[in-house]
């Protein structure tokens, strides 16, 4: 709409143009559709790992979720949100308890509208690697976790089962 290089410097050529201000403005207005949870891992003192988790809203504005270390978006995001608040879920845990708790939060989640059933997908990082993991690809050479293995652990840490106490049709 505007005639701005969009590989050059936008900014620069938006203040050349007058447009700045109609550009950010029109920004602010722009529904995106969609909410984003960004992480981003820096290095700190003393080789030392610092991670962040970002939101960026419908509209593209960003803010810094808590340091709680978790956060959560979307229709199913209170149930997760919940999840993960009673398993205390926090900074400094293993990778693998924190991935349950992830899956875990996952299916809490599936129990309210519009969410994915049995599509989860993990995004692992270790200092210097990342791995995906997901329904078709459950395990990567490398990733200190395998879907398999959650699911296991999920079975073996879940919650309790109340089928003992049986059904009104006698199953």
């Known amino acids: 709409?505007?005639?701005i290089d969009p590989?050059?410097?936008w900014q620069a050529e938006a203040a050349k143009l007058g447009l700045t201000d109609k550009l950010f403005d029109e920004w602010g207005k722009t529904q995106t559709g969609c909410e984003l949870i960004v992480g981003t891992v820096g290095l700190y003192d003393e080789g030392r790992y610092m991670c962040h988790l970002h939101y960026v809203n419908e509209s593209g504005a960003v803010a810094p979720f808590p340091s709680s270390g978790f956060g959560a978006i979307g229709s199913g995001a209170d149930n997760a949100l919940f999840w993960l608040s009673y398993r205390e879920q926090s900074l400094g845990m293993t990778v693998k308890r924190?991935?349950?708790h992830v899956y875990e939060a996952k299916l809490m989640a599936e129990h309210s509208p519009h969410v994915g059933r049995d599509d989860i997908?993990?995004?692992i990082?270790?200092?210097g690697q990342w791995y995906q993991l997901t329904h078709k690809?459950?395990?990567v050479e490398?990733?200190?976790v395998s879907l398999d293995e959650i699911e296991g652990l999920h079975?073996?840490?879940g919650p309790s089962s109340t089928e003992s106490l049986g059904s009104l049709s006698g199953e």
Do not use: H, I, N, V
């Open 98 to 100: 924190s991935a349950l």
């Open 121 to 123: 997908e993990l995004l």
């Open 125 to 127: 990082y270790t200092p």
């Open 155 to 157: 079975q073996k840490f």
């Open 137 to 139: 690809r459950r395990s």
């Open 7 to 9: 590989k050059g410097d």
């Open 1 to 3: 709409q505007y005639p």
């Open 142 to 144: 490398g990733c200190p």
